[in-house]
């Protein structure tokens, strides 16, 4: 902690349209839900000041929560912050010590109030500043740098919030979870992979909540397997999907669902050179779905973390009130870890962890992996990839609830034949071999023997729609 120097610096006073507008017991209440819920901690202190707490102890002890969290990345306990009032002048160190007891059993019966009235302090001068900021600029001349300061505060206002903690009272929440469960379908967070085998692992599908990871080599499938389960998402269960592209860009995937839904070779749909029939059939099918998949890119830098992914949700919401329930994140290698690590292992464990962490906000998520290099040829190898496989860290996979691996010797990929390994699915083991039809020149992995249909303008609903839970109808392709 601090010297004594430091405990002892005046603290400097805002402005008046700074400071707390509250009394002095709001502003015990919210220094002890500081110290007790990091969450809202963590999104409300850049925005806060010692200054404007209007008693000399709440700001000190304010003050002690930041210093804190900037040395250890943690909010302390308000009775550390007690316990360091013995560091203080004899003279005052009882009357510090009081206040924070006062601090500790602060009257907590308002407390989504307090939250709400703290984000309102919190917009309100984000605001101010801006203003006063804008109104230098206009008056010096500087049209355009007005213009700027006041569209940034906007921007920053609009994305100035958070979310209430994840928090119940157990046992008298029970009339309330069980109303719950009576009216939800237990399906209805299962994402189809349309792949039956693994389905039928997953319990349906992989669920809202879940983290699912591929591991596969180079060039070997990932891309278009994540893809297929996009398509999936969208054509079984008119789901919102979220693709991600860390590698290869936008415009690559792209053509790469094009020709999923098209059912025509890869290199065809590149050059726009199929039919006028096919081209009429995609139409189609693709006005059923607007909106339902979006596709973004991330390949300007090589540091993004989770925290981008955030921001472009937080984006689609605030400006489509657009809300995904599949995320595909292609693929989480090339994800960074939040704050400060030393090795790329820490690195990568923390970016796996992260990535569970938004699957845990209600998110089905999807991702990928690379193996450690091979020492043998892999066009020859039949042995299965598996965990013990991960190149960098087996530490960054093991927060998953799936574990799977994409198998091909030059013979299968000949044969447009792939094995699945489905190793694990939460804490059993699925160990299960599937075989499954993987033609690269259509981009299509699906059941062995299934030939991929696709939706024609004389069809009312395109292959495999499911809509209100009706089971999916199936058309046979057009000859």
Known sequence: MANNSIHRQPIQRPVPLTAFPFGVEFQKALLRLLSEDSAFASAAMPHLEPGYFENEVLAWAYNML?????????????????????????????????????????????????????????????????????????????????????????????????????????????????????????????????????????????????????????????????????????????????????????????????????????????????????????????????RRLVLRGFTERWDYTVADIFEEMRDLKRLHNWVPDLVIVDYGD????????????????????????????????????????????????????????????YAKIRVADFIGSLNQTKEERTAKQMRIYAEMYRDNAADRTIMVHADFATMTITNPGEVPAVSSPASPIPFGYVANGRKPVQKKAPI
């Open 66 to 290: 930041v210093q804190y969290k900037d040395k250890y990345d943690a909010v302390p306990s308000l009775r550390v912050v007690q316990d360091e009032t013995r560091r203080l002048d004899p003279s005052v160190q009882e009357f510090y010590r009081l206040t924070i007891e006062q601090v500790i059993h602060a009257d907590m019966s308002a407390e989504p109030w307090l939250r709400d009235q703290t984000l309102d302090f919190i917009k309100r001068n984000i605001y101010v500043r801006a203003h006063q900021e804008s109104a230098a600029a206009f008056n010096g001349g500087d049209v355009e740098k007005a213009y700027e300061i006041s569209m940034r505060a906007a921007d920053e206002i609009l994305n100035t919030d958070w979310e209430s903690p994840d928090r119940e009272f157990f046992f008298e929440n029970f009339p309330q979870r069980y109303s719950q469960r009576l009216s939800e379908d237990p399906m209805a967070d299962s994402i189809s992979t349309g792949i039956h085998e693994l389905d039928h692992t997953l319990g349906g599908g992989l669920s809202k909540g879940e983290l699912g990871i591929w591991i596969a080599h180079s060039k070997r499938g990932k891309t278009t397997l994540l893809a297929n389960h996009g398509v999936q998402g969208v054509r079984r269960g008119n789901h919102n999907v979220l693709h991600l592209i860390f590698e290869g860009g936008r415009k690559q995937v792209a053509a790469r669902y094009d020709t999923i839904f098209a059912q025509e070779a890869y290199h065809l749909v590149r050059a726009s050179g199929f039919s006028e029939e096919t081209f009429q059939r995609i139409q189609y099918e693709y006005r059923m779905f607007t």
């Open 334 to 393: 090339l994800l960074r870890g939040r704050g400060n690590h030393r090795t790329e292992t820490e690195h990568q464990t923390s970016a796996f962890r992260d990535l569970k962490a938004l699957a845990n906000r209600g998110y089905a998520v999807w991702t990928a992996s690379q193996p450690q290099r091979p020492k043998n040829d892999i066009d020859a190898k039949t042995e299965l990839l598996s965990s013990r496989n991960i190149a960098d860290a």
